[in-house]
């Protein structure tokens, strides 16, 4: 562990990529729970510069059903950093295992991923069916998996497939307004209203920003918030 982190701050790039210690530290990350804390903590910051390195191991970050909510939620930051165009559907069908779980907090960190990995990958496929995926997470029963889920579409909205969403161009357009009705009725007519304080800032800021896909609904928004 302590030669890879020499590599990682002192190795030229390519020899980094070449000394094998993306395959080291993967094999470390196996030996027991006390060192996949240390190893996964290392993995993470390397893989932020260099995402490329771990690509050959994306199994080895799958969660298992044995894994602390820590490590999960490394393994799945880890997952989203060595997203690709060639390897996302791999990954989609993955997390999609996770969100099938009953544990609210690794369905909400995999909502968390599933936004990342989108905006890793940057193509307008992936953002499409990270909407359709967000609008029926907009609809779950927990509360903190429907509050991260409009977190993530907030960061969606912002990001590089925006101007679709507004001159509701294609697919993805007509995903992203989906998605923001969905995301505004959580404060208009919800049975069960969405009450954390960060998600209900960005649902404004959603109703503001697009308030022309939502003439009937956003008036009477702003009129339950003004109470």
């Not at 771990?54 to 999960?72: M, Q």
């Not at 992203?176 to 009705?181: D, E, F, L, N, P």
Request: hydrophobic fraction near 50%; charge should be positive; include cysteine.
């Amino acid at each position: 562990v302590a030669v890879a982190s020499l590599h990682f701050y002192l190795a030229p790039q390519r020899e980094l990529r070449a000394s094998g210690v993306a395959k080291a530290l993967v094999r470390c990350s196996r030996v027991g729970r006390e060192h996949a804390y240390v190893v996964l903590a290392i993995i993470q910051r390397i893989v932020a510069a260099h995402p490329t390195m771990f690509r050959p191991h994306l199994k080895e970050f799958y969660v298992l059903a044995s894994d602390s909510t820590w490590v999960a939620q490394s393994k799945l930051e880890i997952l989203a950093f060595v997203a690709s165009k060639k390897n996302i559907q791999a990954i989609l069908t993955e997390f999609r295992q996770y969100m099938q779980g009953g544990d609210p907090r690794l369905t909400a960190a995999t909502v968390q991923a599933i936004g990342r990995c989108a905006v890793q990958v940057g193509d307008a496929d992936v953002t499409l069916k990270s909407l359709r995926g967000l609008v029926s997470f907009l609809r779950s029963p927990q509360p903190q998996v429907v509050a991260e889920s409009v977190l993530v579409l907030r960061n969606l909205l912002m990001g590089p497939h925006a101007k679709l969403g507004k001159t509701a161009g294609g697919e993805v357009g007509g995903a992203m307004q989906t998605a923001v009705k969905v995301a505004a009725r959580l404060l208009h007519t919800a049975e069960r209203p969405i009450t954390d304080p960060a998600a209900r800032a960005c649902v404004v800021w959603m109703v503001g920003e697009f308030a022309d896909w939502l003439p009937q609904i956003a008036p009477d928004v702003l009129r339950r918030l003004a109470k």
